[in-house]
């Protein structure tokens, strides 16, 4: 998303296998990774810096592979999945960084361009996650209380 009002394109990356199958160097079982997801969940660790812990830590590329579910899933059946999705709460806390550059520097026009793409990019955000039903239907962004959810 973080191209989505420049005329940039991709950049280039490493795919995933097109036939992917399941490690043969893992031992964990599913019911182990599924508990090592709950033991970071509870750590306080967004389901990104999940994935990245069981890839550094234990060799886990993919969870998928191994549980036959995403971390989000696995977090939503354990009932420790955080109220506001991890990509939201993040463009949130961009809008709080910048409105405090704004504080400071009145006349940056970039920065409020900056502003008004990401807040836009919010808004996006909002309205997919509240037809697929991960965010409540009254919940609302108001840039007023934005604080509020940062801190």
């Known amino acids: 998303m973080a191209r989505m009002h420049s005329g940039a394109r991709g950049t280039a990356r490493s795919t995933k296998p097109t036939?992917?199958?399941?490690?043969?160097?893992?031992?964990?079982?599913p019911k182990e990774v599924e508990l090592l997801i709950a033991k970071y969940a509870k750590e306080g660790k967004a389901p990104s810096q999940i994935g990245l812990a069981l890839r550094d830590e234990y060799g886990i590329p993919d969870v998928k592979l191994v549980t036959g579910r995403t971390i989000?899933?696995?977090?939503?059946?354990?009932?420790?999945?955080?109220?506001?999705?991890?990509d939201l709460m993040a463009l949130i806390t961009k809008v709080v960084l910048i409105k405090?550059?704004?504080d400071v520097s009145k006349k940056d026009m970039t920065a409020k361009r900056g502003l008004q793409l990401t807040e836009s990019k919010i808004n996006r955000l909002v309205k997919y996650y509240k037809n697929s039903g991960r965010l409540a239907?009254?919940?609302?962004?108001?840039?007023?209380?934005?604080?509020?959810?940062?801190?």
């Open 19 to 29: 036939n992917p199958q399941k490690p043969s160097w893992l031992t964990q079982s």
């Open 72 to 86: 989000t899933q696995i977090l939503k059946d354990k009932s420790l999945l955080a109220e506001i999705p991890e």
């Open 100 to 102: 405090k550059h704004m």
């Open 137 to 151: 239907r009254d919940w609302s962004y108001d840039p007023d209380r934005i604080k509020l959810y940062v801190e």
